[in-house]
């Protein structure tokens, strides 16, 4: 089955700063790939996800990009704010079978300091 | 808010006890996907249901079923609790079962805590 491992678990940047989160997949079937920003005691957000087709997709201050061959994407947040302090995953699906459950990392806590 | 419903908020229980989580989909989605989140763990994949029939199966403890009932809500049934069973139940909904639109919205969650 699928395995998504996600680095790093921790992250600390300055506000203003850039970061990144990356993940790599194991299924070469995966082809959507969400990532969810959860704050603490709160649900899981969705933020920006991306689909196998396309190898960037930027929303303002976010970005992610997929990299099919060696299996991996990754996150980027520019001029980071203390509100984007919280845990963020990456997932991985098959969305073209009949299934669509998500894989998910173990998460990046991302503290940004003032 | 996702339009996502999950009840109860919070559950206290013992050791040995059954429960039961309702989750509510967004509506319109089809399916329902239960997530277990604990500490160690992370969030897990346990279970998926799309109009009524079960679709997936990660890592359920056979000690724990779900249904999705007619009018698309889902219940969790967690039995013969253990310590270790305490964590955040999420459910997750999604327009179908997997195609083309799977972007799933998280219900705000049910915090277990067995003692």
């Known amino acids: 089955g699928e395995n998504v491992e996600q680095h790093p678990s921790t992250l600390s940047v300055q506000e203003g700063d850039s970061a990144v989160i990356k993940c790599t997949y194991s299924?070469?079937?995966?082809?959507?790939f969400p990532w969810y920003k959860q704050e603490l005691g709160k649900r899981p957000q969705l933020i920006i996800d991306?689909?196998?087709?396309?190898g960037e997709k930027k929303d303002q201050r976010i970005a992610v990009t997929l990299n099919k061959t060696a299996k991996h994407f990754s996150l980027h947040i520019t001029e980071t704010q203390p509100e984007d302090s919280a845990v963020y995953f990456c997932?991985?699906?098959?969305?073209?079978?009949?299934?669509?459950?998500?894989?998910f990392g173990k998460g990046t806590k991302l503290s940004v300091k003032p | 808010d996702s339009g996502v419903t999950q009840t109860p908020k919070h559950l206290i229980t013992a050791t040995g006890q059954r429960v039961t989580l309702r989750c509510s989909p967004r509506s319109g989605d089809l399916s329902v996907y239960w997530y277990q989140q604990s500490l160690d763990q992370g969030l897990q994949f346990l279970i998926q249901y799309y109009n009524g029939e079960e679709r997936a199966k990660g890592n359920i403890l056979e000690r724990f079923s779900a249904q999705q009932f007619p009018d698309l809500h889902s219940e969790l049934n967690l039995s013969s609790l253990e310590l270790g069973d305490s964590a955040l139940y999420f459910c997750?909904?999604?327009?179908?079962?997997?195609?083309?639109?799977?972007?799933?919205?998280f219900g705000p969650g049910t915090r277990l805590t067995v003692l």
């Open positions: 997932a991985a699906s098959n969305y073209g079978g009949s299934q669509g459950n998500l894989i």
């Open positions: 991306i689909r196998s087709n396309v």
């Open positions: 997750a909904s999604s327009p179908r079962g997997g195609g083309r639109y799977n972007e799933q919205f």
């Open positions: 299924d070469s079937a995966s082809n959507y």
